[in-house]
């Protein structure tokens, strides 16, 4: 025979099912439903959350005649009381019972089938050994004092980047005395490329000027020679007249 391995349950981790009768582990949960472990046959099935609805008992509260408590109050007075579990079909005596462990209950919203459920939850959470509590919430309790410490200590570490900032706007200033330099630059390669363009306009200039220079004598010399030429031919005539 297989040894009987006795699973340590969380009361936390118990759960209500709608439609499904008893009270369920929760194993894991997704996005359409859930993996539960029933706590009467401790079969493992999944379960739809399009079907079905999932309440968590330290979840649910009850109404009494003051202030909702939750749950676990009405289970914790059922397992201080010394009387004897009522029975789950007589209505009346369900209340008789509740009456004693709790007298401040609500009865006029708090019905018997509502009665008759902590009965039976009652039964199988002690059938499987659980223990009713809730979950303590004193590690969120350090967790949040933790966070509240470590916040003032943030803007410290953020004081560094500005020291950087403010060393990097001072390349700026020296870029400001750059730009008369780069702006004499500017100029002086104008004027170097005005010069360039300028000295074969005036090297052309002064060749033409050197040719009109030489040319004008030339001219001259040729309407002497025309003008001779032009009295000589007079002279001619007369003498062949003659």
């Given at each position: 025979?297989?040894p009987?391995i006795?699973?340590?349950?969380?009361?936390n981790?118990?759960?209500?099912?709608?439609?499904?009768?008893?009270?369920?582990?929760?194993?894991s949960s997704?996005?359409?439903?859930?993996?539960?472990?029933?706590?009467?046959?401790?079969?493992?099935?999944?379960?739809?959350?399009?079907?079905?609805?999932?309440s968590?008992l330290?979840?649910?509260?009850?109404?009494?005649?003051?202030?909702?408590?939750?749950?676990?109050d009405?289970?914790?007075?059922?397992?201080?009381?010394?009387?004897?579990?009522?029975?789950e079909?007589d209505?009346?005596?369900l209340?008789?019972?509740?009456?004693k462990?709790?007298?401040?209950?609500?009865?006029?919203?708090?019905?018997?089938?509502?009665?008759?459920?902590m009965?039976?939850?009652?039964?199988?959470?002690?059938?499987?050994?659980?223990?009713?509590?809730?979950s303590?919430?004193e590690e969120?309790?350090?967790?949040?004092?933790a966070?509240?410490?470590?916040?003032?200590?943030?803007?410290?570490?953020?004081?560094?980047?500005?020291?950087?900032?403010?060393t990097?706007?001072?390349?700026?200033?020296t870029?400001?005395?750059?730009?008369?330099?780069?702006?004499?630059?500017a100029?002086?390669?104008?004027?170097?490329?005005?010069?360039?363009?300028?000295?074969?306009?005036?090297?052309?200039?002064?060749?033409?000027?050197?040719?009109d220079?030489?040319?004008?004598?030339v001219?001259?010399?040729?309407?002497?020679?025309t003008?001779e030429?032009?009295?000589?031919?007079?002279?001619?005539?007369?003498?062949?007249?003659?």
């Amino acid at each position: 025979m297989s040894p009987i391995i006795h699973i340590n349950m969380e009361y936390n981790k118990i759960i209500a099912v709608t439609g499904l009768p008893g009270l369920y582990e929760l194993i894991s949960s997704k996005s359409d439903g859930a993996i539960v472990r029933s706590l009467d046959d401790k079969t493992t099935r999944f379960v739809s959350s399009r079907i079905h609805n999932f309440s968590h008992l330290e979840s649910i509260e009850v109404y009494t005649v003051r202030d909702n408590v939750n749950l676990v109050d009405i289970l914790k007075a059922m397992e201080a009381g010394a009387e004897k579990l009522p029975d789950e079909k007589d209505g009346g005596d369900l209340k008789a019972y509740f009456t004693k462990v709790y007298p401040d209950l609500d009865f006029g919203r708090v019905y018997s089938s509502d009665l008759k459920k902590m009965v039976k939850w009652y039964s199988v959470l002690k059938a499987n050994n659980i223990e009713i509590k809730l979950s303590e919430p004193e590690e969120e309790e350090v967790a949040e004092e933790a966070e509240v410490e470590e916040a003032p200590a943030a803007p410290k570490k953020e004081a560094a980047p500005k020291k950087k900032a403010a060393t990097e706007v001072a390349p700026a200033k020296t870029a400001a005395t750059e730009k008369p330099a780069t702006a004499e630059k500017a100029v002086k390669t104008e004027k170097a490329v005005a010069k360039e363009k300028a000295a074969p306009a005036e090297a052309e200039r002064s060749k033409a000027k050197k040719a009109d220079e030489k040319g004008k004598p030339v001219k001259a010399e040729k309407t002497k020679k025309t003008e001779e030429a032009a009295a000589e031919k007079p002279k001619k005539t007369a003498a062949k007249k003659k």
